[in-house]
């Protein structure tokens, strides 16, 4: 979310502090009010609900979020190039500002369902690379959306790490790590082989 230096500005930077630390349900809007030195009426005549307040924080992170992340991947030549420079990015961006990476991972449960089609979206921008990929045959056909599934898992398992402080370290520096792993994730075949029947029959002659 881009720090403004007007009025709105001031009251996001404030509840984004008051989300993270207290949590959202846990914040009211007189909490946000008291942080910024407003009354609660002059809040309201910016935001008429701590839900929109909230709506509009997600909205304008999740489209910055989406639009790094698609210019990232667009400056590389390659599909490994791109999933490796966008894994990198969420880590850096994690670093640069935790405290809204957390807010992100804290509402979007709440937040999704509200994404239209035509807002740019991160998840979608990394499914686009992962089904292109595919189909040059940079990695194994399959189904793109339970490929970008696994590759954000690796990305947002491990930042929920580095929240609860199980990882120390700045999720930068693992970041050739998660690369590579995502990577490999999408290599993998999604069908397993079948045995054919004579490797079928070879194996039940073993059970028996």
């Given at each position: ?45 910016h ?57 992100l ?76 792993a ?27």
């Amino acid at each position: 979310m881009k720090v403004r230096g007007d009025t709105k500005g001031r009251i996001e930077t404030a509840a984004l502090k008051l989300f993270v630390d207290k949590g959202v349900a846990e914040t009211s809007i007189r909490d946000i009010a008291l942080a910024v030195g407003f009354s609660d009426g002059a809040l309201y005549r910016h935001y008429a609900s701590k839900d929109e307040l909230v709506w509009c924080m997600f909205k304008a992170s999740f489209e910055s979020y989406a639009q790094i992340t698609a210019d990232i991947a667009a400056k590389e030549a390659t599909s490994r190039g791109k999933i490796a420079a966008m894994v990198q990015n969420f880590c850096n961006l994690f670093d640069e500002d935790s405290r809204l990476f957390r807010f992100l991972m804290l509402v979007q449960h709440g937040q999704l369902d509200r994404v239209t089609p035509d807002m740019a979206n991160p998840v979608e921008t990394v499914r686009s690379v992962i089904a292109d990929a595919m189909a040059k045959g940079d990695i194994p056909p399959g189904d793109a959306d339970l490929a970008t599934a696994m590759v954000m898992g690796i990305i947002l398992q491990t930042a929920t790490f580095k929240v609860y402080g199980r990882i120390h370290q700045p999720l930068g520096g693992v970041g050739p790590i998660l690369a590579e792993a995502c990577w490999k994730t999408l290599c993998v075949p999604q069908k397993s082989p079948r045995a054919s029947p004579q490797q079928s029959i070879a194996s039940k002659g073993l059970s028996q």
